[in-house]
């Protein structure tokens, strides 16, 4: 069952991020590297590293979004919808993909693998031991002062609150907004 599962996601994942480059608008394209990125997560999900998988599927799932927002935010067509060519220099484009591609089945198929090794009764843990090792209270530790860094900075970018329209004691009848024409009128 797991290796029909995992050769799902592997069609899928291909799949999906052949459509990133096929579809005609930014938003579009968004989605499918999304749906890219989670089906190549759930593999995670089939070796035992729960936490990890769902880790990467949230984080994944976060970033998109927030590219998303960004986009209906900032660009000129709206919510990034209008057809636009996704690819430039088609030609160059395909010779990098197929170095890349046969440099990477080379290093795969070439690198001394080890073979066999114990299976161990926890490996998220063994997972972070191999790959920060004793470092890793000190990027948990990061992580947060990461996470505070990005709120306080959200908050203190936000020169007003949401009710801030309506006074500092919220009795205004219409909303002080700086340009007319919303709700408020």
Not at 21 to 29: G, H, N
Not at 56 to 73: D, G, Q, S
Not at 175 to 184: E, I, K, S, T
Request: a positive charge; hydrophobic letters at 60%.
């Amino acid at each position: 069952m797991q290796t029909v599962i995992f050769l799902i996601c592997a069609v899928g994942a291909v799949a999906a991020g052949i459509a990133v480059f096929r579809v005609d608008s930014m938003a579009r394209a968004t989605l499918a590297l999304l749906a890219s990125f989670v089906v190549a997560a759930i593999p995670i999900l089939l070796l035992g590293l729960s936490y990890l998988g769902v880790l990467v599927i949230l984080m994944m799932v976060m970033e998109m979004m927030i590219m998303a927002v960004f986009m209906v935010m900032y660009m000129m067509n709206p919510a990034g919808l209008m057809p636009m060519k996704m690819v430039h220099n088609n030609r160059m484009s395909l010779v990098i993909a197929a170095v890349v591609f046969v440099l990477l089945a080379a290093g795969a198929l070439l690198t001394p693998w080890p073979s066999g090794g114990r299976a161990t009764s926890d490996p998220t843990l063994a997972l972070g031991m191999d790959l920060m090792g004793p470092h890793m209270l000190v990027m948990i530790v990061i992580g947060l002062a990461l996470f505070a860094t990005m709120i306080a900075v959200v908050v203190l970018s936000t020169h007003r609150g949401r009710y801030d329209r309506f006074g500092d004691d919220l009795r205004r009848r219409t909303p002080d907004d700086p340009v007319r024409g919303g709700l408020g009128k």
